[in-house]
């Protein structure tokens, strides 16, 4: 049935529910440092994120050259290289993934996206930033402590995490723990926020099924977050006991340097239970405001009408429900009796079911479509390409027998960099793009975004597609240094130099990209008002950027779904949502006629 | 039943605009309660995760059942009592009746700091036992999983003081004041029925945590 605007008489009656009183800051202070503002918070979030992941792009580049010239760098000792990776995967996941997508833009585009003024409790907001700060600091405090950061790889496994072989095992592995417990605190005090504000800050007329696929994908992944750090907590301060005070979770009797330790009787597997259960989901964390955002900006940058609304809904809360049931598929190595390995590789399989609609839906929300190949269009569609190269490494690694010999390669690395690590970032920067005229008020240089997607776009592909061979001839991760083997050739050696010059041309055109935002909050032409003709409420606001309190006088009021694009019978190509219906102007007959 | 049909509703249909402008709000109930329960569940998945951790590690070598100190058994009394003086408190918000609730929350709070000095108590006799050893598992948990429950109850003291300072500053029941109570009162109990589950399976005697694992295959 053709979406049409029903002929009703658009007045509004008055609101049931009075207006929460909106916090006013008096200070410059408390006005863009200790802000309550929900924008402000996310663009601290934001910087933040982005700083600290910059240290682990630094970490990677490090990496690379030690394992594309080995023996050539004095400076890269093996301890060195596994604090890289260690620090690397910790900070990528946690520190920048999960609070961007949450903290970041959870932050800026919940409140305009729903109609609200600001979050529905902005003091405990503005804490979990901090507290979020405080985690970094002291993440990054270990670099400089003796001994340095954590070298344990990034999932922290016990033993050897917390033994005297392991690199930062003196402070490192103390406040990366600590840091985790404070991440895990601050983050949710902000996740009661995004989920009680999309459930009951909603603008008049915002139902649950007019909400952007962007707000369903932060909701969900909140509510997972939610209920997945509790195990990395409890894993974490276990870990820190064993650590500092000598209990024995999940020490068990254990020798060290011919001493026998005080340690006995505790379980490294209850660990790795506790970590995956987290562990997984944290993967759809990442994912699932991804899918949102991806969702939105396709159907915007197609000027069409997302394909399959509601399945795509679904789609989100099932792949929430099913990533609970998931965890153990990464440790089939770790030993387990065969019939869990059959559940959980089936339960596995079973996700990739609402994965593949999702992927069906934005292909088909792209078929026809009058698609405008701006650069966060262009991200859009490299997110999906990826994203389907490496949920289909997924599929290979979800079956216990395939998963056994792969597992611990470079295949297993080239998989998760795809799939969770290059797909994501590539929405990230898809949302910085479509959304930096509204946070900023000015657009960014075209053909330098155009530089940034072909270069990182390329180069991600040459740096992870080998990878994935380097994995089948049996080239081993978290190794400082392969040496000479039977069964590696020569040409990995050449194949991994090629893959180190290539990563450093990515990370030169990150800098690219970053002087381009830099330069653009100057110098950018002013974008105006609704550059790209959407119609979600973030970009209907009286003021852009958006003002304190977002609305002006009074809240908007919601008349369709988010996805009226190309309406039959409409003159514009987009009608917004907070449109009334009387103000909808028809297309002229006659135009049409003509055509 | 009601999210379920805000779920599956089609929204690409043509819709009567007006008649829709009034679900703005998903659950009926102030943002600050629902926001409250999903912290419970939060803890609730913090604490049902320890009590797994401590079955799992129940199956492992050199288990030995902490001691079982008898003070517990009037802690929990003492927290109980805390909850009543919540919940008298509650009702008293309800009819309006100020000094029903400065009553209450008085209780409640006096109980409650009771459980929690005795809860250190217990902490200080077991340190005291013969070969004590945090290396032992049920005693590295009986330490672990009080601190975090206790740590939970001294959060809940900071809503009930800030509470209780409004009511003492009020002259007559308002509604934000009732709401304050409503939520300190849902908190308590939340925090009791955790020790209640917490007690009645880990720290008094393993017999039940033992049954129920029995009962679910893994024994």
Redesign the interface.
Same mark, same amino acid.
């Given at each position: 049935?053709a979406?049409?605007?029903?002929a009703?008489?658009?007045?509004?009656?008055p609101a049931?529910?009075p207006e929460v009183e909106l916090y006013h800051a008096k200070t410059w202070l408390t006005k863009y440092v200790f802000s309550q503002d929900a924008k402000v918070i996310a663009i601290q979030y934001s910087l933040t994120a982005i700083a600290i992941g910059l240290v682990a792009l630094v970490l990677s580049w490090l990496m690379r050259l030690q394992l594309g010239f080995p023996a050539t760098f004095s400076f890269i000792e093996p301890a060195d290289y596994y604090q890289y990776v260690t620090m690397h995967g910790m900070i990528m996941v946690i520190y920048l993934l999960t609070a961007l997508f949450l903290g970041g833009f959870g932050n800026y585009l919940i409140p305009l996206m729903v109609g609200a003024r600001d979050m529905?409790?902005p003091y405990v907001n503005m804490l979990s930033y901090w507290i979020y700060l405080l985690a970094v600091l002291v993440l990054a405090a270990s670099f400089f402590t003796p001994g340095g950061p954590s070298g344990a790889g990034w999932t922290l496994y016990p033993p050897q995490s917390i033994l005297s072989g392991t690199p930062g095992q003196e402070w490192g592995i103390i406040l990366m723990l600590v840091s985790l417990m404070l991440f895990i605190i601050g983050f $949710?005090m902000g996740g009661?926020?995004y989920?009680?504000t999309v459930?009951?800050?909603?603008?008049? *007329?915002?139902?649950?099924?007019?909400l952007p696929l962007t707000v369903w994908g932060i909701f969900v992944a909140t509510i997972l977050a939610?209920?997945a750090?509790?195990?990395l907590?409890?894993a974490v301060?276990?870990s820190l006991?064993d650590r500092t005070?000598? $209990?024995?979770?999940f020490m068990p009797h254990i020798v060290e340097m011919g001493e026998q330790l005080?340690? *006995?009787?505790?379980?490294p597997i209850?660990f790795q239970?506790?970590f995956w259960?987290f562990g997984h989901p944290e993967v759809y964390i990442v994912a699932l405001p991804a899918f949102g955002i991806v969702s939105d900006l396709i159907s915007t940058h197609a000027r069409r009408?997302i394909f399959g609304?509601?399945m795509m809904?679904?789609a989100i809360?099932a792949i929430g429900g099913l990533s609970f049931v998931v965890w153990a598929h990464h440790m089939y190595v770790s030993g387990m009796n065969p019939y869990f390995g059959f559940f959980f590789a089936t339960s596995t399989l079973v996700i990739a079911i609402p994965t593949a609609i999702k992927l069906y839906n934005w292909v088909l929300t792209l078929w026809r479509g009058n698609i405008h190949f701006t650069v966060p269009m262009l991200f859009c569609i490299a997110f999906i390409v990826t994203f389907l190269n490496g949920g289909i490494t997924g599929l290979f690694l979800g079956n216990v027998s395939v998963d056994v010999p792969l597992s611990d390669t470079m295949f297993v690395v080239a998989h998760f960099h795809m799939v969770m690590g290059v797909a994501p970032i590539f929405v990230i920067f898809a949302a910085i793009y479509h959304w930096y005229p509204l946070i900023s008020g000015r657009m960014f240089n075209q053909a330098l975004g155009l530089f940034h997607f072909w270069v990182t776009f390329i180069g991600a592909y040459l740096i992870f597609l080998p990878l994935h061979y380097l994995g089948f001839v049996g080239v081993p991760r978290r190794y400082f240094e392969i040496g000479e083997t039977g069964f590696v050739p020569e040409s990995a050696a050449t194949l991994n130099e090629f893959i180190t010059v290539v990563a450093l041309i990515v990370g030169f055109a990150q800098v690219v990209f970053m002087a381009n935002l830099a330069w653009s909050v100057f110098r950018g032409r002013v974008a105006g008002r609704n550059p790209w003709r959407a119609v979600t409420l973030e970009w209907q606001t009286a003021e852009v950027p958006p003002g304190h309190g977002n609305w002006g006088p009074t809240l908007p009021?919601v008349?369709?779904?988010a996805?009226a694009y190309s309406v039959p019978g409409v003159e514009d190509d987009f009608v917004p949502q907070n449109l009334p219906?009387s103000q909808v102007k028809a297309a002229d007959p006659s135009a049409r006629a003509a055509e | 039943m009601d999210l379920l049909r805000q779920i599956t509703e089609k929204p690409w249909l043509p819709q009567d605009a007006v008649e829709r402008l009034h679900a703005e709000r998903a659950i009926a109930a102030p943002a600050a309660k629902i926001g409250l329960r999903f912290f419970l569940a939060v803890v609730s998945v913090l604490f049902l995760l320890l009590i797994i951790a401590y079955a799992e590690r129940m199956r492992f070598e050199a288990w030995r059942p902490g001691p079982q100190p008898v003070l517990l058994w009037l802690n929990t009394a003492l927290l109980i009592l805390g909850s009543v003086g919540l919940q008298w408190a509650r009702v008293a918000a309800n009819r309006r009746q100020i000094d029903g609730v400065r009553k209450g929350l008085m209780i409640g709070g006096f109980f409650t700091l009771a459980f929690l000095a005795g809860q250190i108590a217990a902490w200080r006799q077991l340190s005291g036992i013969p070969f004590f050893n945090m290396a032992s598992p049920a005693i590295a948990f009986f330490y672990l999983i009080t601190a975090l429950h206790g740590v939970h109850i001294v959060g809940g003291l900071v809503a009930w003081g800030r509470a209780t300072a409004r009511v003492w500053r009020a002259s007559a029941v308002a509604r934000p004041l009732q709401g304050s109570v409503d939520l300190c009162a849902l908190y308590w109990h939340f925090l009791l029925l955790v020790w209640l589950v917490l007690f009645g399976l880990l720290f008094s005697g393993n017999g039940n945590i033992d049954l129920l694992l029995a009962l679910c295959g893994f024994r």
């Open positions: 049935m979406y049409a605007e029903p009703v008489v658009d007045h509004a009656p049931e529910v529905v409790f $949710t009661l926020n989920v009680v459930l009951q800050a909603r603008a008049r *007329g915002m139902t649950l099924m007019r939610l209920l750090f509790p195990a907590f409890v301060v276990m006991l005070v000598g $209990t024995s979770f005080p340690y *006995g009787g505790g379980s209850l239970h506790l259960f009408n609304y509601r809904v679904w809360i009021v008349y369709r779904w996805y219906p | -």
